[in-house]
């Protein structure tokens, strides 16, 4: 497992962490998005295999038990998300590397436990009125979830400092430039 080198992204949902990753892999083909599993219910479009594996609490527990997940957090109430090293694997021996979208904790976690060879980055929104004017704009959540979220966002913003880079979303263009420099630096770094 040590010695391969991956990338992930963290920050409260809606500071964009979708957005700009989405463009960092575009634009260095040498990444995969690491599908996690979640017992989280799809939204519309979205689909099983493709944006999660979407699995029931049941599995979800056997698999952690197993050992089959590199990390793995209950980030909102009763809900799990978490990186199977089924799927890690399976982009390493595709000759990628992995990109990872995870919630501050488990991203804080993971940092401890893979050292140099990951890149942790925070995507800051900005300000938290930024963030909740994103997520009324997307949409996806009802009230009580947003509620849920943007509690949560408050908490995650005091861990920005904890990670190896900061990166402040206030201009989305600018914003992607300056990350994809910065993760093509680490890629180039030797290990
Ligand atoms: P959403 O429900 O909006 O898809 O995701 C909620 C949060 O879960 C996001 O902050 C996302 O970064 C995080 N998340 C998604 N997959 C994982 C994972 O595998 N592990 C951890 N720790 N967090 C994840």
């Given at each position: 497992m040590m010695g391969k080198k991956l990338v992930a992204f963290c920050g409260?949902?809606?500071?964009g962490k979708s957005t700009i990753a989405n463009k960092v892999i575009n634009t260095l083909p040498y990444f995969e998005l690491s599908i996690s599993a979640t017992t989280r219910e799809p939204r519309q479009g979205e689909e099983h295999g493709k944006h999660y594996y979407f699995i029931g609490r049941d599995e979800f527990e056997t698999k952690i038990s197993a050992g089959a997940f590199l990390e793995y957090e209950?980030?909102?109430?009763g809900l799990y998300y978490g990186t199977l090293y089924a799927e890690l694997d399976r982009i390493w021996q595709s000759g990628r590397y992995p990109f990872l979208d995870l919630d501050v904790k488990g991203a804080a976690n993971l940092k401890d436990k893979y050292g140099d060879d990951g890149f942790f980055v925070f995507i800051h929104p900005g300000s938290i009125d930024t963030l909740a004017q994103r997520l009324r704009k997307r949409g996806t959540e009802d009230e009580r979830s947003l509620e849920k979220r943007m509690r949560r966002a408050s908490f995650e913003l005091?861990?920005?400092?904890?990670?190896?880079f900061v990166l402040y979303n206030d201009n989305l263009e600018k914003a992607e430039t300056e990350i994809i420099e910065q993760v093509k630096a680490f890629m180039n770094k030797p290990q």
């Open positions: 409260p949902s809606g500071a209950q980030v909102y109430e005091e861990y920005a400092d904890q990670f190896d």
